[in-house]
């Protein structure tokens, strides 16, 4: 593989359910009837619609004068009578990813070069600061549950022999109750999302009546490819039957973006 000039690289920063994630239970975002089969999702009782959130921890992005809050719903334990939220759970590699030995890939164990990756339990919101103008903004208007956050690594990688940054947000998101179900869960389609450096939503990265399955990286080209589900019979859910598309982001610019395979 040292010698192979495209090197694709498998991974699950936005994506796959892993083992090591903890459930997902999301909220609820309308009346549902106590009678009906939304009342209880999943084992779990329908929780009040507003909800308290509470700052996870601080993020260190690679651009000096923006500082990142991640924002986790609270939790209430009925057996324990206690509350708890969520923490940040970083993505990284084992090992550094390199294949020659001049150390042309230095990633500092990150998943993707110069990106940071995080999730974590119930993780809802992200709080956007920036140092110099001494003003903070959220990304979502309304609580969402983000699966993956991606955001400029603090510590300076290589790719190719070559510094390499980035200057814009990722983020894989359950932001809609797409499946009308009253909640706002894994149930629903997922998304991914590119954000401006001051933390403005800028548009879609694969089309909305998708939902994000899994990813892949092409380290030659910095190209990230996206596996996701049509959700060809319209009922804002994933079926194993519904078509697999494949599209391309452009990491060097994500403005540019394309179907692979349909």
């Known amino acids: 593989m040292k010698n192979t000039l495209i090197y694709i690289i498998g991974f699950t920063l936005l994506i796959s359910c892993t083992p090591k994630r903890k459930f997902q239970k999301g909220f609820q975002v309308n009346t549902t009837d106590e009678n009906s089969e939304t009342s209880n999702i999943n084992g779990f009782d329908k929780d009040s619609l507003k909800f308290e959130t509470r700052p996870g921890g601080v993020l260190l992005s690679g651009i000096p004068n923006v500082r990142l809050t991640s924002v986790f719903k609270v939790n209430y334990n009925?057996?324990?009578?206690?509350?708890?939220?969520?923490?940040?759970?970083?993505?990284?590699?084992?090992?550094?990813?390199?294949?020659?030995?001049?150390?042309?890939?230095?990633?500092?164990?990150?998943?993707?070069?110069?990106?940071?990756?995080?999730?974590?339990?119930?993780?809802?919101?992200?709080?956007?600061?920036?140092?110099?103008?001494?003003?903070?903004?959220?990304?979502?208007?309304?609580?969402?549950?983000?699966?993956?956050?991606?955001?400029?690594?603090?510590?300076?990688?290589?790719?190719?022999?070559?510094?390499?940054?980035?200057?814009?947000?990722?983020?894989?998101?359950?932001?809609?109750?797409?499946?009308?179900?009253g909640f706002i869960n894994s149930n629903d389609l997922r998304r991914i999302y590119l954000f401006s450096i001051n933390g403005e939503k800028q548009k879609l990265l694969v089309p909305e009546n998708y939902s994000v399955i899994k990813s892949e990286y092409d380290?030659?080209?910095?190209?990230?490819?996206?596996?996701?589900?049509?959700?060809?019979?319209?009922?804002?859910?994933?079926?194993?039957?519904?078509?697999?598309?494949?599209?391309?982001?452009?990491?060097?610019?994500?403005?540019?973006?394309?179907?692979?395979?349909?």
């Open 78 to 181: 009925k057996n324990k009578k206690t509350t708890f939220i969520g923490f940040n759970n970083f993505i990284t590699k084992v090992e550094n990813y390199e294949y020659n030995p001049n150390n042309a890939n230095i990633w500092n164990n990150h998943i993707l070069p110069g990106f940071e990756a995080v999730y974590g339990y119930n993780f809802v919101n992200i709080s956007h600061y920036d140092i110099k103008e001494n003003k903070q903004k959220l990304f979502f208007e309304k609580p969402v549950l983000i699966k993956t956050f991606y955001y400029p690594s603090f510590t300076k990688d290589t790719l190719n022999n070559k510094p390499i940054s980035r200057n814009y947000f990722m983020i894989s998101v359950y932001n809609d109750d797409t499946n009308k179900d």
């Open 219 to 262: 380290s030659e080209n910095d190209l990230m490819f996206v596996f996701a589900q049509l959700d060809s019979n319209q009922n804002g859910s994933r079926d194993e039957s519904e078509p697999m598309h494949v599209f391309w982001i452009d990491l060097k610019d994500p403005n540019r973006t394309g179907q692979q395979y349909k």
